[in-house]
C-alpha cells in the first residue's frame, strides 16, 4: 500500500471534524476597487522606473561574510546555464564550463534565488531557530551583504512578530518580493502578503497587503505579475500598475490546514493564463469535476474544458503554455487512478499511464512534459514525453523531487533523501550531470 493511500483514512477522519468546526479559510480580499486603488498607488511608487538605476557595488558591505571563497568564478557569458544550490548552510554557483565554485562559507544559508539577468544571488539565512535575514551577493563572490535583517522583518507588524516565508526576483532584477509570515504562531502560517525591497536603493515597502496575496508569476514579457491566491488570480502591470482581477473560484477544500493554491501558467505572449481549478469538495461529489479556465488579460475568462479530476492531494496537473493541453489524474485511489493527456482543440484525452502523479511540468515550448509517480517501494520514477507518445523513464527509483524544466531539452531535480541528497541537471536523450551531491538541506534556483 503506498503513502498516499494510507493518508485516506486520517484524511477523512479530519474531514468529518471539520465539518464540526468549520473549514479553513484566508482573508478575503476586499472589493476590487479598493484593492485597484492601494495596489496601483504603492506599486507607482516602486515601478514607475522600471529600468535599473546604474549604481556600483558597495566596496564595504555590511556585514560582509568573514571568511572569503577560496576560489572565484570568472563571469560566464549571459547565455551560459547557472545554477545556484545551498549546500550545508553555504552557497554555492555551478556552470558548466567551470563546475561548482563556493561563494559563502560562514554558513545559515537556507534557500537561493539567481536574479533574472544571472548577475546576483539573493538568499536567505538562518539568524534563530525561527527567524531568517535576506542577504545578496554578486555572483563572483563579492559584494555579500544584508538585505533585510529580521529586526527589519519583524518591525513590518511588531503585534504579529512576523519572519520571512520566500522571496523572489522581479523581473528587472533589482527588486526583490517576499512574503512573511506569523513565526510564533502553531504552524507558521503565511501572511498572504507582497513586501518589495530594492537592492540598489534600499526603498522597500507594501505592494500588496496582508490577507491579498499569494504565489507570484511573472510573465513571458517581464511586464506583469500574476497573483494567485487560494480563492482568486489577479495581475499587476508593473509600468502601470493597472491591477486586474482575472479569476474567482471558490476555496479548495483539502480537510488538512494546508490551503491549496492552483498554478496557472502563461501563454508565450504574455496576453493570458490557463489554469486548471478543482472542485471545491472533491470528497463530497460522486464524480469531482475540475475545469481548465483561460483567463485573458483583455477579456472575460472562459472555460475551455471540463473533466473528472483527482482530488488535489492525490495526484498533480500542469497546464501547457500553449494553452491547449494539459496533464491531469482521475480517481480518489493513487494505486487505481489513471494519469490522462487531455487537450482542448480538437478535444480529446488519453490515459498516459495508470496511477497519480506527484509532480508535472511542461517545457516552454510545449513539446514536452514530465512527471514523477511514487513507487511501491518508496522511491519515485520520472517520465518524460511529447505529445503523442508514450511516456518513456527518464531517471528511475530516485526520490525525485522539485523537478523543473531547463530551457527545452533539460530538466533539473534534487534526488534522493535527507542528508544523501543529489542535484541532477538531465538532459531529455538521458545524460546526467550531477552538481551537488550530499547535505542536509539541499536547495537550488536556476534561469529558465
Sequence with gaps: MSKKIRLILPLMALMLAMLACGLPAIPTPP????????????????????????????????PTITAAPSEVPTLPTPAERQVVF????????????????????????????????????AYSKWMTEFNKELWLINRDGSGNRMLLSAVDIANLDAEKALSLYNFWWLPDSQKIGYETQFAVEIGVPRSWD???????????????????????????????????????????????????????????????????????????????????????????????????????????????????LSPVFISDTSVAPNLNQYIYGTGANPDTGQVHLGQVAPPSSQVIINGSVRYSGWSADSA???????????????????????????AGNVHAYTVRWVGNDQVIFISGTYGSAELHLMKLSGSDTIIAVGGDDLTFDTTR
Design 31 to 62: 472589493p476590487g476597487d479598493i484593492v485597484e486603488t492601494n495596489v496601483a498607488a504603492t506599486v507607482g511608487s516602486f515601478f514607475a522606473d522600471t529600468t535599473p538605476t546604474p549604481a556600483a557595488t558597495p566596496t564595504e558591505p555590511v
Design 86 to 121: 545551498v549546500q550545508t548552510g553555504n552557497l554555492w554557483l555551478w556552470r558548466a564550463s567551470s563546475g561548482a565554485v563556493q561563494l559563502t562559507s560562514d554558513g545559515g544559508a537556507v534557500e537561493a534565488r539567481l536574479s533574472p539577468d544571472g548577475q546576483k544571488v
Design 194 to 308: 507582497f513586501q518589495v525591497i530594492d537592492t540598489v536603493t534600499g526603498e522597500g515597502g507594501t505592494l500588496v497587503p496582508a490577507g491579498q496575496s499569494g504565489n507570484v508569476l511573472a510573465s513571458p514579457d517581464g511586464q506583469k505579475l500574476a497573483v494567485t491566491t487560494a480563492t482568486n488570480i489577479r495581475v499587476i502591470e508593473l509600468s502601470t500598475g493597472i491591477h486586474r482581477m482575472l479569476l474567482s473560484y471558490p476555496f479548495v477544500y483539502t480537510y488538512s490546514e494546508w490551503a491549496y493554491v492552483p498554478t496557472p501558467v502563461w501563454a508565450p505572449d504574455s496576453e493570458s493564463l490557463g489554469v486548471i481549478i478543482p472542485p471545491q469538495d472533491s470528497l463530497g461529489v460522486e464524480t469531482p469535476i475540475g475545469t481548465l479556465w483561460i483567463a485573458p488579460l483583455h477579456a472575460a475568462p472562459y472555460e475551455a474544458a471540463s473533466f473528472e
Design 368 to 394: 514536452h512534459y514530465f512527471f514523477t509517480q511514487s513507487e511501491s517501494d518508496g522511491g519515485d520514477t520520472l517520465y518524460v514525453a511529447a505529445p503523442g507518445s508514450s511516456p518513456q523513464v527518464l
